[in-house]
């Protein structure tokens, strides 16, 4: 194999997989494991024709494609700006053709689970004699990979800034302390704060496509569920932030409870496009605040455990995921909002309990 290669699988795919193996793993379980086995070729059989038949969920799916390659995009950026990663710009000295097959590859092997599937999709599609349909997702999947191998042959061989910069917002005037987070994400993580968003959108309009002939709440809640779950990234790193740059704030004379409110009106304001979204899409006032108080309870359970060792991603991440299933099954269950109410007393619980003893290993000497 090429040192060039080994370098791609080493720092761009393993860390890929690493950083996404919470989301990764949650749409697996729910894809397959959540079917009886004798039904399981059934369900995705009609999952697939019911795509196929309509231009809308065919454009959905599209959409979703699309976010999971711009985000694979922005992880490689992410990790060629890394002082540790400097020499991956040595790529540059490579001809312009093989960079491209380089990153085409690379951008394919993260792709890979999206590909597996859509190929199948692509089959049944010739089968049924949608011609169209059939070579439409062939160009996609070939497009959104030589596109993705162009931006990064641009942004290694290219010192000018990056043509997809979103500009950043200053708030000049006095923030109130949970606005701190959200400042994080518009001045330093912009783009993984509107992945996040459109990621959690497109799976509240996905479930709520679902053709029933009855009001059902559920569909957004379980939507959600994806969601808020899929908010690892941007939890992680505010526990970062607390941990590096608000540290200090410990010494401020604010009282447990206080400090659990501030930060549920962080994670409320977070979660609030989401909220305006379930009731544009019908879904009444009172069950769409059952659905964004269980992605603020869900979300404030996992801060506050936490705070019981020094952070660690895969733990996080473990943590998520068995919350995540459990949750799930609480909606199917038609328990949102005991369980909700539940999980916030549980949160308050594990947060008074953990946070006055928590250091972080910054800190510890």
């Known amino acids: 194999m090429p040192a060039q290669l080994k370098i791609i699988h080493k720092i761009w795919i393993q860390k890929f997989y690493e950083r996404h193996a919470v989301l990764l793993g949650m749409v697996f379980y729910v894809m397959f494991f959540l079917v009886n086995s004798s039904e399981i070729i059934g369900f995705h059989f009609n999952l697939i024709v019911a795509v196929l038949s309509s231009f809308k969920l065919l454009l959905l799916v599209f959409g979703i494609w699309a976010l999971y390659q711009i985000k694979t995009i922005f992880f490689f950026e992410e990790c060629l700006s890394l002082p540790q990663n400097a020499f991956l710009k040595k790529f540059e000295l490579l001809s312009r053709g093989n960079q491209f097959l380089f990153y085409g590859y690379s951008l394919l092997l993260a792709y890979m689970p999206v590909f597996i599937y859509s190929a199948v999709m692509v089959v049944i599609a010739f089968r049924y004699h949608l011609y169209l349909t059939g070579w439409s997702m062939l160009g996609f999947q070939v497009g959104i990979i030589s596109l993705g191998a162009w931006r990064l042959l641009h942004t290694i061989n290219s010192c000018t800034p990056s043509i997809f910069r ?30 996040t968003k459109i990621f959690s959108v497109l799976c509240i309009l ?82 769409a605040a059952v659905g964004w108080l269980m992605g603020i309870s869900f979300l404030l359970f996992i801060h506050g ?61």
């Not at 302390?177 to 993984?192: E, N, Q």
């Open 166 to 195: 979103i500009p950043s917002f200053r708030w000049k005037l006095p923030k109130p302390f949970p606005f701190f987070y959200i400042g994080l994400l518009v001045h330093r993580f912009k783009i993984t704060f509107l992945l």
């Open 206 to 287: 996905g479930f709520m496509q679902l053709p029933v002939d009855h009001y059902e709440p559920r569909l957004a809640w379980l939507g959600f569920t994806f969601g808020f779950s899929g908010h690892y990234v941007i939890l992680y790193e505010w526990r970062k932030f607390e941990d590096r740059n608000l540290f200090f704030s410990r010494a401020l004379p604010l009282a447990i409870h206080s400090r659990f409110v501030m930060l549920g009106m962080a994670y409320a304001f977070l979660l609030l496009p989401e909220w305006g979204v379930m009731i544009a899409q019908g879904l009444g006032i009172e069950d």
């Open 305 to 365: 455990t936490s705070y019981r060792s020094a952070l660690d991603s895969e733990q996080l991440m473990q943590n998520m995921l068995g919350l995540f299933l459990i949750t799930f099954l609480m909606v199917l269950s038609q328990l949102s909002l005991p369980f909700s109410l539940l999980l916030v007393a549980v949160a308050a619980w594990r947060f008074r309990k953990n946070f006055d003893g928590y250091q972080p290993a910054d800190f510890l000497i």
